[in-house]
T-cell receptor
């Protein structure tokens, strides 16, 4: 079965600084990979998605993510963080489960981003 | 295009009661997935419905059930509520094809006292 690890529970950056949120996955093949963002009291909003092709994916709000097959990673980056980026970020893997079970999304535990002025 | 809507947004129930949550997907989407989100366990998959059939199920007890109607709207039901069922319940819709992005509703905050 697939799994997702977000090693950083909480990250604090200064406004204007660069950001990288880490995500590692476990799956036998290349899965679908997603990053979502959740603001307090809200649902999740899709930032970007990867399955194949160019390993650098551009998303909304100035975010990008890079797929590295050799490291089973899909890290999210932003060159300059804005105060409005403060939220919780979730990496997700979409794949079929073990035993040929149906496709589903599996989420990491999330990384809470705090932005200092 | 209207987004995913969930009703009610907030709910307070007592242990032992049962509750029904509703989700209306984006028009044209045939798949609805439900997730439970808690601070300790994070986002956990409950089940997915596609064209009125449960297509996938997570590791939750039988007290958690759901259904989907012909218009793709979905409901989930939790019977015999326990304190540990307090959570944000999120619904997500998609076209239902593997790899499709899921679009989330704002969630229903359930508090069990």
């Amino acid at each position: 079965a697939q799994s997702v690890t977000q090693p950083d529970i909480h990250i604090t950056v200064s406004e204007g600084a660069s950001l990288e949120l880490r995500c590692n996955y476990s799956y036998g093949a290349t899965p679908y990979l997603f990053w979502y963002v959740q603001s307090p009291g809200q649902g999740l909003q899709l930032l970007l998605k990867y399955f194949s092709g160019d390993t650098l994916v551009q998303g909304i709000k100035g975010f990008e993510a890079e797929f590295k097959r050799s490291q089973s990673s899909f890290n999210l980056r932003k060159p300059s963080v804005h105060w409005s980026d403060a939220a919780e970020y979730f990496c997700a893997v979409g794949a079929r489960g073990s035993g040929g079970s149906n496709y589903k999304l599996t989420f990491g535990k999330g990384t809470l981003l705090t932005v200092n002025p | 295009k209207a987004g995913v809507t969930q009703t009610p947004r907030y709910l307070i129930k007592t242990r032992g009661q049962q509750v029904t949550l509703s989700c209306s997907p984006i028009s044209g989407h045939r798949s609805v997935s439900w997730y439970q989100q808690t601070p300790g366990q994070g986002l956990q998959f409950l089940f997915e419905y596609f064209s009125e059939t449960q297509r996938n199920k997570g590791n939750f007890p039988g007290r958690f059930s759901g259904r989907q109607f012909s218009n793709s709207r979905s409901e989930m039901n939790v019977s015999t509520l326990e304190l540990g069922d307090s959570a944000l319940y999120l619904c997500a819709s998609s076209r239902g094809l593997a790899g499709d992005e899921q679009y989330f509703g704002p969630g229903t905050r359930l508090t069990v006292t």
